[in-house]
């Protein structure tokens, strides 16, 4: 690589293509390695296959109590099924009861409020509501500043008569 850099572009690129040329000679010769080797990647190593052992058929008890898991089993899901409809239903009322509590609230409000209304209609004289003031707070008293000229100042702070 350290020869390409020292010479010419024309000698690089006839260089390269030497190279090119004699590495499709040497592919054109030696086709069967390739393929050799493509093969053996693709087949299995018999030491990485595991033999599996075929399965012991079950035996009759076996059977019997799978059975009576199985069983047990749907009866347990059926029984949550029907704990989670009746939680559901539960929640539910309580749901419409909590609704309809929260719609008589309302209604009595709004009973109020169409009574005060109607006081107040039939009272032809309105009193005028009185609004909350905030309480005043006692406010410093303003400083004065007064007006010192510069040039006093600067006499007073150096003591020049």
Do not use: H
């Amino acid at each position: 690589m350290s020869d390409l850099v020292k010479l010419t572009k024309k000698e690089k690129m006839e260089q390269l293509n030497k190279q090119l040329k004699e590495l499709e000679n040497e592919a054109e010769e030696t086709p069967e390695p390739k393929e050799k080797v493509i093969e053996k990647e693709t087949e299995e190593d018999p030491k990485d296959l595991k033999l599996e052992k075929p399965k012991r058929p079950r035996s009759q008890a076996q059977i019997k109590q799978f059975e009576k898991v199985y069983q047990r089993k749907m009866e347990e899901a059926g029984k949550r099924k029907v704990k989670r409809a009746e939680g559901e239903k539960e929640a539910k009322e309580q749901l419409e009861k909590q609704l309809i509590e929260k719609a008589i609230k309302l209604k009595k409000k709004q009973i109020s409020r169409m009574k005060v209304i109607e006081d107040l209609s039939d009272d032809e004289e309105v009193q005028p509501v009185k609004e909350k003031t905030k309480p005043i707070m006692n406010k410093p008293a303003p400083i004065i500043i007064k007006k010192i000229d510069p040039y006093e100042a600067f006499k007073l702070k150096f003591k020049i008569i």
